[in-house]
């Protein structure tokens, strides 16, 4: 499932269901968001930054914490990510954050997923990212990709 | 040549305008107007996919006439690798003396230059020169356009050199200007090419400003002109050079073998090409060395001007390479090891995706693409002669379509027509009215007519 709206003047929002029961549809939120930015004539780069976070997120979202939703804020300088899910939540944020740090299930490895880089590149190929998460409750988790801003890849 | 120019082209007389090829097009490049198949040329990346599938043979490739050899004083002939299998069990000196008994003056086989290509590209890679990885093979000039004109960030995984066969062509007219003492413009080197995508990558050349190959022909049809004068041949001249490391870049996979890379993906068919690139641009594969990728299956051999079965002549290619293998000799010196193998031009992104150089109107373009989308059935019956009802929105918005070329639209307006229709039918001027309440009804609109069973 997802859906497009226009705020006030210059936004596009886009919003996703992350079904995680559909393997399948697994990195469709993100396919549909580099659609949109190339159709809007962002620079390469940001499509590419932008693209990777929200696959990172969507994928994040699929294998630990069974789907949640993804919204998007498009508008020339700056496009905003949020990914909410009622998953097990993250016990510490710094370790996860850490590069190779995995705790994907045999399961998710296997199909390729799970190589402990998801929130590492989600900070590096963004300029903001807000990590907020109680276990036992969800995470969520705010990107924001800028137009000309700095990304460490 | 014109950067518009295209080997696949429509022969109108033949085309029903049915929608098979524009249906299958990967990059949604072909409409269907006024009965026949248009092809938007930007879109085009020569594929032959339309070539493939329709059913009333319209969709051809351009390419030269043999009759050209005769405008020059001496011609050599370049045979792609995939040349070889098209015949029942093939003995390339006989297939090359052959060549030379129908009109051409000597032979250069693609394949001794494709070695000479993946030996550069193994130093590349031992000197560590090459560029971002997963490194993409620029040898299908099918998938180089669809890089450029659908996934601009990769053009920098691309590998920057010269394709096997404009090497073949440089070495070529070398050889054969230092045999025959005669000016370059006077001799000949022609292509036998296995698709489209080459015959168009001959005239427009990818990395080069300049034309390198002086003409291209069909394999099909140089095969049919061949094969009676190879079955008389006894004792062919001994001209075949090439090792099964460049004969074997006609299937899918030879390529990246020759690269001796341990971790290769070869990827072919235009689809399944798309869906990697996908995941590259996902940043998924970085880990991978080098991504082998063919727009046709299964590689070159599956080319649309190729006479045999792709997969006969895939057993019969694998088959010669015991055979060939002992002759992997040095012959790298008359494969053109000395020349600059570098791409003299950078790969350049022409969007096409884009909708407006202002993004804000490319913003409101989107709106609108986003509204019609949804008002339309979803159906993607291609009636309207666009491959899917977002694909004409999207037409709509860029101003060569209408919403009423929806046929389902159109019933909708049809519908409220009759209903309006049906009241002026049975409205009467008060005068003549017998009962006042029937004909007081409002006259229907646009919407209630559309829902006639509703209530009004």
New interface residues.
């Given amino acids: 499932m997802q859906g497009?709206g226009?705020g006030s003047g210059?936004?596009?929002t886009l919003h996703y269901d992350v079904d995680a029961g559909d393997f399948s549809s697994a990195?469709e939120a993100?396919?549909n968001l580099?659609?949109?930015l190339?159709?809007?004539?962002?620079p390469?780069?940001v499509?590419?930054r932008a693209?990777?976070a929200m696959?990172?997120g969507e994928i994040n979202m699929f294998i630990h914490a069974g789907g949640g939703v993804a919204d998007v804020e498009?508008t020339?300088d700056e496009i905003r990510i949020k990914l909410v899910d009622s998953g097990p939540g993250i016990p510490d944020i710094a370790l996860a954050m850490q590069k190779g740090y995995s705790t994907a299930s045999e399961l998710a490895r296997e199909m390729?997923f799970g190589a402990g880089m998801g929130l590492p590149?989600m900070q590096s190929y963004t300029d903001e990212l807000i990590v907020e998460s109680q276990v036992g409750k969800g995470t969520s988790i705010s990107m924001l990709v800028r137009v000309g801003g700095s990304s460490a890849q | 040549m014109p950067d518009s120019f295209h080997s696949v082209v429509l022969e109108e007389d033949k085309c029903k305008g049915c929608t098979n090829c524009m249906k299958h097009c990967a990059t949604e490049a072909i409409r269907v107007r006024n009965g026949k198949a248009a092809i938007i040329s930007e879109r085009c990346i020569d594929c032959g996919q339309c070539i493939r599938v329709c059913p009333q043979h319209a969709k051809k490739a351009r390419y030269d006439s043999l009759d050209m050899l005769g405008q020059y004083k001496y011609t050599v002939a370049l045979p792609a690798p995939s040349f070889y299998a098209q015949f029942h069990k093939p003995d390339i000196n006989k297939i090359l003396t052959g060549l030379k008994k129908i009109g051409f003056n000597d032979v250069f086989e693609v394949a001794l230059a494709a070695q000479t290509v993946s030996r550069h590209t193994r130093k590349l890679f031992l000197e560590n020169t090459v560029p971002k990885r997963p490194v993409i093979s620029s040898a299908c000039p099918a998938v180089i356009k669809l890089i450029k004109i659908r996934f601009p960030d990769l053009i920098d995984n691309v590998l920057p050199i010269m394709a096997p066969v404009d090497l073949a062509a440089k070495v070529a007219r070398s050889i054969a200007e230092e045999k025959t003492g005669l000016k370059s413009e006077e001799i000949g080197i022609f292509f036998i090419s296995p698709c489209p995508a080459k015959i168009t990558a001959a005239k427009v050349p990818i990395g080069y400003k300049e034309a390198i190959i002086d003409g291209t022909f069909s394999m099909a049809e140089v095969y049919r002109r061949l094969l009676p004068v190879i079955k008389d041949i006894q004792e062919p001249e001994i001209l075949a050079k090439a090792s099964f490391m460049g004969i074997g870049w006609a299937i899918s996979g030879g390529e990246g073998k020759a690269a001796e890379r341990d971790l290769f993906i070869a990827v072919d068919g235009i689809d399944n090409c798309i869906e990697i690139l996908e995941d590259i641009e996902n940043g998924k594969l970085k880990t991978v060395e080098f991504i082998e990728l063919n727009a046709c299956e299964p590689g070159c051999l599956g080319g649309c001007l190729t006479v045999e079965n792709p997969y006969i002549a895939r057993a019969r290619l694998q088959s010669m390479e015991k055979n060939l293998r002992q002759r992997d000799t040095d012959t790298e010196e008359a494969a053109g090891g000395e020349f600059d193998l570098d791409w003299a031009l950078p790969l350049e992104y022409t969007p096409i995706m884009k909708l407006d150089e202002d993004m804000e109107k490319a913003i409101a373009k989107l709106k609108r693409i986003d509204e019609i989308t949804e008002s339309l059935p979803g159906l993607d019956c291609g009636s309207c002669g666009a491959p899917s009802c977002r694909a004409l929105a999207e037409d709509i918005v860029r101003g060569v379509a209408e919403e009423g070329d929806c046929v389902f639209k159109m019933r909708e307006k049809l519908n409220s027509l009759l209903v309006q229709m049906n009241y002026l039918q049975d409205y009467l001027p008060p005068p003549f009215r017998s009962d006042d309440k029937s004909r007081r009804k409002n006259l229907p609109t646009d919407e209630t007519a559309q829902n006639p069973g509703g209530e009004p």
């Fill in positions: 497009r226009f210059n936004t596009v990195g993100s396919a580099k659609r949109t190339k159709q809007l004539g962002f390469p780069e499509v590419r693209t990777i696959y990172e498009i020339p390729g590149n």
